[in-house]
């Protein structure tokens, strides 16, 4: 099945390929009971629910992994079981060395994220509701100290903790037809995953802080001439249009050194917060790890030899 087939078919809810770091990648196919029903797959939760579908790509795109949130009944809202699978599966792609890319996105049409579930948020116990707030923080934190590059592709509404989300990511994709804002104050709360960090990173302080002030909602268009995203992509009759230009950049990306990637990653994290004398310094010491690796011999080598380099991440 061609990727670009195949992830219209994940969007219909046809047939869908769930993977884990274990090497398990596994046609499966929709009806009653087919997930439970298949040896060797990984489940991210007891919870029946299929929240959270989680593809290895095969072939030349081996290296990239889409992570699917899958709730249209919940508009893909953040929910308890929805954070326990995330956190699982973003534990999952950290420990797996073989990840070149990571694309998170959704499996609903229209919809990215809708931010917290608000109907299971108001049966919480006032005392329930700030840990899972934590816990939902520490996944959004987790998602954003992934080694490797990681690309939200939003091809519809990305909502508080939605956006959040897609914030935590390396690289933002956005349809014209998205439509991302922090709206946590027409709820007199404020963005309680790391929002009122990130967004004034990504677009800087004084807009960031109109956006926040007046719960604002901007279609995807307007989210790349802001800067909160990186390209903005015409949707397509699909509603794939994100999720294909983020498979685009993964592609481009993939075959990189992917020692050198992570570097770089790490690099310009840990830099852009601290003085340019101190990142000058990070960048001196991530640059020493690529030194002894084979990748690196392996790239003058092609070089010389003036074929494409086979780097192996060693």
């Not at 949130?69 to 954070?83: E, H, W, Y």
């Not at 302080?205 to 790349?224: H, T």
């Not at 802001?226 to 009759?237: A, D, F, I, R, W």
Request: glycine share 10%; charged share 20%.
């Amino acid at each position: 099945m061609a990727v670009q087939a195949g992830h219209r078919a994940l969007l219909q809810g046809v047939c869908r390929l769930v993977g884990a770091s274990s090497g398990c990648r596994t046609h499966v196919c929709s009806g009653t009971g087919w997930l439970s029903s298949l040896p060797g797959t990984r489940h991210y939760s007891s919870d029946p629910k299929e929240d959270l579908l989680v593809r290895h790509l095969e072939g030349e795109d081996s290296g990239i992994v889409v992570v699917g949130i899958n709730r249209p009944k919940a508009k893909n809202a953040i929910s308890k079981n929805l954070v326990n699978m995330m956190l699982e599966a973003v534990e999952d792609i950290k420990n797996n060395n073989k990840v070149r890319s990571v694309i998170i996105c959704s499996l609903v049409p229209g919809i990215f994220c809708a931010g917290a579930d608000l109907k299971e948020r108001a049966k919480m116990q006032q005392s329930e509701v700030g840990p899972f707030v934590s816990k939902a923080r520490a996944l959004i934190t987790e998602l954003g100290n992934l080694p490797v590059p990681t690309i939200a592709a939003i091809d519809g509404a990305a909502l508080g903790g939605g956006l959040e989300m897609a914030l935590a990511c390396d690289i933002r994709i956005t349809s014209n037809t998205a439509k991302l804002g922090l709206v946590e104050t027409k709820l007199a709360i404020i963005p309680g995953a790391g929002g009122t960090q990130r967004l004034p990173r990504a677009i800087g302080v004084s807009l960031a802080k109109e956006l926040i002030f007046a719960a604002r909602v901007v279609d995807g268009a307007e989210a790349c001439r802001l800067g909160l995203s990186n390209h903005s992509v015409e949707q397509n009759k699909a509603g794939d249009a994100a999720y294909l230009r983020a498979l685009e950049l993964a592609r481009e990306i993939n075959p990189q050194g992917p020692i050198a990637v992570r570097m770089a990653k790490l690099a310009i994290n840990q830099g852009i917060e601290v003085d340019l004398l101190t990142g000058l310094a990070i960048e001196e010491a991530c640059y020493a790890q690529v030194i002894p690796t084979k990748d690196r011999l392996e790239g003058l080598a092609a070089f010389r030899e003036k074929r494409r380099p086979q780097f192996k991440g060693e």
